[in-house]
T-cell receptor
Framework: AQKITQTQPGMFVQEKEAVTLDCTYD???????LFWYKQPSSGEMIFLIY??????QNATEGRYSLNFQKARKSANLVISASQLGDSAMYFC????????????FGSGTRLLVRP | DTGVSQNPRHKITKRGQNVTFRCDPI?????LYWYRQTLGQGPEFLTY????????KSRLLSDRFSAERPKGSFSTLEIQRTEQGDSAMYLC??????????????FGPGTRLTVT
């Protein structure tokens, strides 16, 4: 069975600093993927970044990057130069490796950016 | 560019009443997913459609729940005889599943259901 663990219920970061949100996963599949989504207070889940298990480079999208360590089964999200608008819930998710690709989510991390 | 839309955004109902939610996916997306999210938790899968066919239902989806996607376009999720435990955010997502497991799902704003 696949499982996602996010051990940080809440995090604080000072504006303009970088922050790392932790995600560890468990899967027996050789090929898999990992997503990060942001959920502001409005409720909508916003796609941030994707990493495939066979991607040679760590994924980057603007201020977001993934610190992907396959041997440790971790896919931590790094947000550089934090902005006040980054305050939100962040979820790590893995698609089920059947034909559904339904997402298995972690419990999330609430990030608060301090001015 | 229109994203995924959901209506209503909020619904308050009394226990025992029926409710129906609507999701309009991104038009070219062939897959549509429903998830439920309770306070402080990540979303949990309920069901999904490929075009008009409902291919999988979670054990979370009791027989009081039914979902449809007529003609492979919009989808409805109906809850009959609502219970207080049904109070949650119901999220809809769509994707174009051509890229397999890397196909990102685009989410709507959700419908927040409160059962009193």
């Amino acid at each position: 069975a696949q499982k996602i663990t996010q051990t940080q219920p809440g995090m604080f970061v000072q504006e303009k600093e970088a922050v790392t949100l932790d995600c560890t996963y468990d899967t027996s599949d050789q090929s898999y993927g990992l997503f990060w989504y942001k959920q502001p207070s409005s409720g909508e889940m916003i796609f941030l970044i994707y990493q495939g298990s066979y991607d040679e480079q760590n994924a980057t999208e603007g201020r977001y990057s993934l610190n992907f360590q396959k041997a440790r089964k971790s896919a931590n999200l790094v947000i550089s130069a934090s902005q006040l608008g980054d305050s939100a819930m962040y979820f790590c998710a893995m698609p089920r490796m059947d034909s559904s690709y339904k997402l298995i989510f972690g419990s999330g991390t609430r990030l608060l950016v301090r001015p | 560019d229109t994203g995924v839309s959901q209506n209503p955004r909020h619904k308050i109902t009394k226990r025992g009443q029926n409710v129906t939610f609507r999701c309009d996916p991104i038009s070219e997306h062939n897959r549509l997913y429903w998830y439920r999210q309770t306070l402080g938790q990540g979303p949990e899968f309920l069901t999904y459609f490929q075009n008009e066919a409902q291919l999988e239902k979670s054990r979370l989806l009791s027989d009081r729940f039914s979902a449809e996607r007529p003609k492979g376009s919009f989808s409805t999720l109906e809850i009959q005889r609502t219970e207080q435990g049904d109070s949650a955010m119901y999220l809809c997502a769509s994707s174009l599943a051509l890229r397999g497991l890397s196909s990102e799902q685009y989410f709507g704003p959700g419908t927040r259901l409160t059962v009193t």
